[in-house]
């Protein structure tokens, strides 16, 4: 069983940074891929970026490539999400997500746990 926490959301302007942290329990977290995935009201859940156990590979939407940067810290138990040059239509609620599977999934049926979610947003 793991347990997943998001932090690091807030109110921002358009062209702030942000940097958004999962912090994960369990002993085999880099067994793991982890994802963010974002929801804006009324909106489906959208694939922003995943990444491997290992930290090698990663996989972005195109909508955010060249944008966000995904990456791991697996001694202390954390993925985290770079955000750069914010938009408004970045402004959502940003869900971290975890599976035990080599390869990171892109869709939400791909993830078995999921954290309560951070609240980005990001005015003009």
């Known amino acids: 069983q793991v347990q997943l926490v998001e932090s690091g959301g807030g109110l921002v302007q358009a062209g702030d940074s942000l940097r958004l942290s999962c912090a994960a329990s369990?002993?085999?977290?880099?067994?793991?891929?982890m994802g963010w995935f974002r929801q804006a009201p009324g909106k489906e859940r959208e694939f922003v970026a995943a990444i491997n156990g290992d930290g090698v590979n990663e996989v972005y939407s195109e909508s955010v490539k060249g944008q966000f940067t995904i990456s791991r810290n697996n001694a202390l138990f954390t993925v985290y999400l770079q955000m750069n040059n914010l938009k408004p239509e970045d402004t959502a609620v940003y869900y971290c997500?975890?599976?035990?599977?080599?390869?990171?999934?892109?869709?939400?049926?791909?993830?078995?746990?999921w954290g309560q979610g951070t609240q980005v947003t990001v005015s003009s």
């Open positions: 997500a975890a599976v035990d599977k080599k390869f990171p999934p892109t869709v939400e049926r791909g993830y078995d746990y």
């Open positions: 369990g002993r085999t977290f880099r067994s793991y891929a």
